[in-house]
């Protein structure tokens, strides 16, 4: 079946701008959660979508926010971009609960690297 | 002082070593450990998990959690080329995974 789909796998920003990541998570799959992964602090979790509803947040800034659309696909969207903001940012998928069919396991994409010049 | 402490190496080891990975937290609601590994320009995959304390053996890997001290370990047996990767560690406090707390990660190379 087919992985979690992440675009664009590449992209270069200016300080200032804004970017938009979209996610396709597995079919079947109605959590999607987002990640910032950098060098210095590894993995950091941003946010997580269920059925089109933010149902847990990092602790980021509110320039980092989401959406979640009917179809389980999931968007996120930096606004005024910082340098700091380069990062690989990966989304995951699941079903979103722990049943004793599945283990509640992340599948992770192959992330979207966004560099902020 | 961050809540998963992982040494990030690289570790280098000979084919056929036996492998320790290790990681400390700090947060005792932690109660899901997983180790997740990553090849480079991938994603993560899940690895192993394992519920509260205790070991959890798959194949060539086996998994320690001990609560009591707040440290856990990956180990692999035989290790092969193919093992080099990066290994995270992860933990959850609830039930659904989603809000994982990762570990920085510690790069293992393999030598044929």
């Known amino acids: 079946k087919a992985g979690v789909t992440q675009t664009p796998r590449y992209l270069i920003k200016t300080r200032g701008q804004q970017v938009t990541l979209s996610c396709s998570p597995i079919?079947?799959?109605?959590?999607v959660s987002w990640y910032q992964q950098t060098p210095g602090q590894g993995l950091q979790f941003l946010f997580e979508?269920?059925?089109?509803?933010?149902?847990n947040k990092g602790n980021f800034p509110g320039r980092f926010s989401g959406r979640q659309f009917s179809n389980s696909r999931s968007e996120m969207n930096v606004s005024t971009l910082e340098l700091g903001d380069s990062a690989l940012y990966l989304c995951?998928?699941?079903?979103?609960?722990?049943?004793?069919?599945?283990?509640?396991?992340?599948?992770f994409g192959e992330g979207s690297r966004l560099t902020v010049l | 002082q961050k809540e998963v402490e992982q040494d990030p190496g690289p570790l280098s080891v000979p084919e056929g070593a036996i492998v320790s990975l290790n990681c400390t937290y700090s947060?005792?609601?932690?109660?899901?450990f997983m180790w997740y590994r990553q090849y480079s320009r991938k994603g993560p995959e899940l690895l192993m998990y394992?519920?509260?304390?205790g070991n959890k053996e798959d194949g060539r890997f086996t998994a320690q959690v001990d609560k009591s001290s707040k440290y856990i370990s990956l180990f692999i047996r035989d290790s092969q080329p193919s093992d080099s990767a990066t290994y995270l560690c992860?933990?959850?406090?609830?039930?659904?995974?989603?809000?994982?707390?990762f570990g920085t990660g510690t790069r293992l190379l393999v030598s044929p």
């Open positions: 995951a998928s699941s079903f979103g609960s722990v049943n004793p069919g599945n283990t509640g396991e992340l599948f």
């Open positions: 079919s079947g799959h109605r959590s």
């Open positions: 979508y269920f059925s089109e509803t933010q149902r």
């Open positions: 947060n005792s609601a932690f109660q899901y």
């Open positions: 394992t519920y509260s304390s």
């Open positions: 992860a933990m959850s406090s609830n039930t659904g995974f989603q809000k994982l707390v």
